[in-house]
């Protein structure tokens, strides 16, 4: 039977984070957004409310919840700011669940637990300057050498790149491989800041994500102990791509939060402005913004909670969360050009939010795999040009 019913502990999860986002995102995002800040509070609120390792198991420093909760985090978190959602879904998403998929004990026991614990703070460093949604143009090596691999590269692009403390690094261990552009020669590392010959910086000038920190991982001989190998030799892109596969239902998630928040900040706005001897809300065109944005949010929430439903139950979600990926960042784009359309001028200014949302909406079709990447995966699998083999490691289900 299908349950669409969210639990008590759901409704608390989400409160709680809706309350966090409100009490100490929403009174600074917009000044941080404008000076293009990142605030390294924000972490420090999300470690205090116990969410940065929500659904990864106590055992491992977690709050142990479903990934239903973990979908709800961001949407809550989105609804008030997208930067905010980002750093969450990278720390979590793209490293923390990984490694607890992963991940031996060791590694579980020297970084899983940290992170979920809010001590230290994670990511993932797999795009370069030449190669994004070609994961295996990437150009970063790891050369064996005895009990360490010697990494040489850089990463581009890479969420919290000058603030984390752990990076999943995706390097070449097998440079005949890459030669023949053989995924199975790629391999993936945790590495530690303070490795000598790690440096990082951060970007500037970005069109949305501001209050976020974006940059880039600079590698040169980078001495990695081969204990932080992750997985196999060879095993890096399968977890690059499951890696992907937490990532993108986060972003999925947090993007119904930013298409509510478009919602909620029309509505308002429509109620106070007048044109034609009535409010706005009275026009038919501007209700049918409002339609488009419903239709957005309901059918997103749908297809992110079906995707959270097959990774609780522990089955493959590959497909159903790129397609909620898609589905979602594409709605939440609509609905944040539709917002600013609804307060006209107003709309275009930064005195209204709607002008962030519009910015920051423009990041998730391109952020963990672009739209056009997810579009592929769908017919690819559609055509049968793209099958599921069953995987060495799946992301556990959750046993709560
Ligand atoms: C705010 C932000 C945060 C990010 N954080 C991280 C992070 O933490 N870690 C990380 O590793 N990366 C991160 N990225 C990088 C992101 O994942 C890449 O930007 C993304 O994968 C796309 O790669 P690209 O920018 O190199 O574009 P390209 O791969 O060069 O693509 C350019 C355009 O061509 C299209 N395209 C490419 N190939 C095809 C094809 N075969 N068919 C049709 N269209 C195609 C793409 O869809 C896109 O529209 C971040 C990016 C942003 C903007």
């Known amino acids: 039977m299908i349950d669409f019913a969210l639990t008590d502990d759901h409704k608390t999860v989400a409160k709680l984070t809706a309350d966090v986002a409100a009490r100490h995102i929403k009174p600074k995002i917009a000044d ?3 000076a293009q800040k990142y605030d390294p509070a924000l972490l420090d609120h999300l470690k205090e409310a116990d969410l940065l390792g929500i659904c990864i198991p106590e055992k491992y420093g977690g709050a142990g919840m479903d990934y239903i909760s973990l979908g709800l985090v961001c949407e809550e978190m989105e609804y008030i700011d997208t930067s905010a959602r980002v750093i969450f879904s990278v720390h979590i998403g793209l490293n923390s669940m990984c490694i607890y998929t992963w991940g031996n004990e060791d590694q579980k026991e020297r970084y899983l637990i940290p992170q979920s614990r809010g001590e230290k703070i994670a990511t993932f460093g797999l795009t370069e300057p030449a190669a994004g949604s070609d994961a295996v143009g990437i150009l970063t090596t790891a050369r064996k050498d005895g009990d360490l691999y010697i990494l040489n590269g850089e990463k581009m692009w890479i969420s919290l790149a ?3 403390d752990n990076f999943l690094i995706f390097a070449w261990t097998d440079t005949d491989k890459q030669k023949k ?3 199975s020669g790629l391999s993936a590392f945790i590495v530690e800041r303070g490795y000598a010959g790690l440096s990082t910086g951060s970007l500037h000038g970005k069109l949305g994500v501001r209050a976020g920190n974006t940059g880039y991982i600079a590698m040169q001989d980078v001495e990695v102990p081969a204990a932080n190998l992750l997985g196999k030799e060879g095993e890096g892109f399968k977890i690059a791509m499951s890696c992907l596969d937490n ?7 947090g993007s119904t939060g930013l298409i509510r928040a478009c919602m909620d900040a029309g509505r308002e706005y429509c109620s106070t402005r007048k044109t034609f001897g009535e409010t706005l809300d009275r026009h038919q065109l501007i209700k049918e913004m409002f339609a488009e944005m419903i239709y957005g949010y309901d059918a997103g929430r749908l297809l992110w909670q079906k995707a959270g439903w097959e990774k609780n139950r522990g089955v493959r979600s590959t497909r159903s969360t790129s397609l909620a990926k898609w589905f979602c960042t594409d709605q939440a784009e609509k609905a944040a050009y539709n917002a600013v359309q609804i307060h006209g001028a107003y709309g275009f200014s ?6 962030r949302f519009f910015r920051n909406s423009k990041g998730a079709s391109i952020y963990e795999g672009t739209r056009e990447m997810q579009k592929l995966m769908q017919a690819d699998y ?8 069953p995987p060495r490691c799946l992301l556990p289900a959750w046993n709560g």
């Open 162 to 164: 000058d603030v984390a």
């Open 181 to 183: 552009r053989d995924h």
């Open 32 to 34: 941080l957004d404008r």
């Open 382 to 389: 559609f055509l049968g040009i793209r099958t599921d083999r």
């Open 247 to 253: 990532g993108r239902y986060t972003v999925a998630a």
């Open 350 to 355: 930064d005195e209204y939010p709607v002008e």
